[in-house]
T-cell receptor, first 113, second 114 residues
Framework: DGGITQSPKYLFRKEGQNVTLSCEQNLNHDAMYWYRQDPGQGLRLIYYSQIVNDFQKGDIAEGYSVSREKKESFPLTVTSAQKNPTAFYLC????????????FGPGTRLTVL | LAKTTQPISMDSYEGQEVNITCSHNNIATNDYITWYQQFPSQGPRFIIQGYKTKVTNEVASLFIPADRKSSTLSLPRVSLSDTAVYYCLVGPRDSGAGSYQLTFGKGTKLSVIP
């Protein structure tokens, strides 16, 4: 069963703690993405990766970090430097970044207390 | 940056055709136009993609005029299950040095009424 998975679905953390969100895909896609969505808002790009061991900042990268050590995995770390981390985080993948459509995971809702 | 503008919300009765327009005045030559559907607390789902003229698939049609400064997503005979937020995505914009910009609009909340 191919697809893109994110875990956990809900995550609670105390203020000041770093937290890592998981994103895994078995679609053999080269490109992967992280978006943030706030209530009633659209999607804003945090980071994307076109290929293993490479990633680029999106529009709102400050306070976040990523790694792409394996093709299937693109974890996102929300650091304590992120001023307002409570949000819905979406991971996506596509065969390439130029023309291909993105397949999204189910999302992780992060709440920082 | 290829900014997009969509209506914030639309209402439609079941069985009607719905047309949602997205404006993207500064679309670049290499940009594609892609539409996604999102239900609450779920990830968006691809609907349709186009570059110019008209594209049709089993769920929707996409109309793009010659100047490509706008696009219209057409949903035939909507049902209650089509109630969702619809996003227009234009890009990716080549920012140079191997980087790209991907810009989602704020989305149009479609409410289908019985």
């Amino acid at each position: 069963d191919g697809g893109i998975t994110q875990s956990p679905k809900y995550l609670f953390r105390k203020e000041g703690q770093n937290v890592t969100l998981s994103c895994e895909q078995n679609l053999n896609h080269d490109a992967m993405y992280w978006y943030r969505q706030d209530p009633g808002q659209g999607l804003r790009l945090i980071y994307y990766s076109q290929i293993v061991n490479d990633f680029q900042k999106g529009d709102i990268a400050e306070g976040y970090s990523v790694s792409r050590e394996k093709k299937e995995s693109f974890p996102l770390t929300v650091t304590s430097a992120q001023k307002n981390p409570t949000a819905f985080y979406l991971c996506a993948s596509s065969r390439d970044i130029i023309t291909d459509t993105q397949y999204f995971g189910p999302g992780t809702r992060l709440t920082v207390l | 940056l290829a900014k997009t503008t969509q209506p914030i919300s639309m209402d439609s009765y079941e069985g009607q055709e719905v047309n949602i327009t997205c404006s993207h005045n500064n679309i670049a030559t290499n940009d594609y136009i892609t539409w996604y559907q999102q239900f609450p607390s779920q990830g968006p789902r691809f609907i349709i993609q186009g570059y110019k003229t008209k594209v049709t698939n089993e769920v929707a049609s996409l109309f793009i005029p010659a100047d490509r400064k706008s696009s219209t997503l057409s949903l035939p005979r909507v049902s209650l299950s089509d109630t969702a937020v619809y996003y227009c995505l234009v890009g990716p914009r080549d920012s140079g040095a191997g980087s790209y910009q991907l810009t989602f609009g704020k989305g149009t909340k479609l409410s289908v009424i019985p």
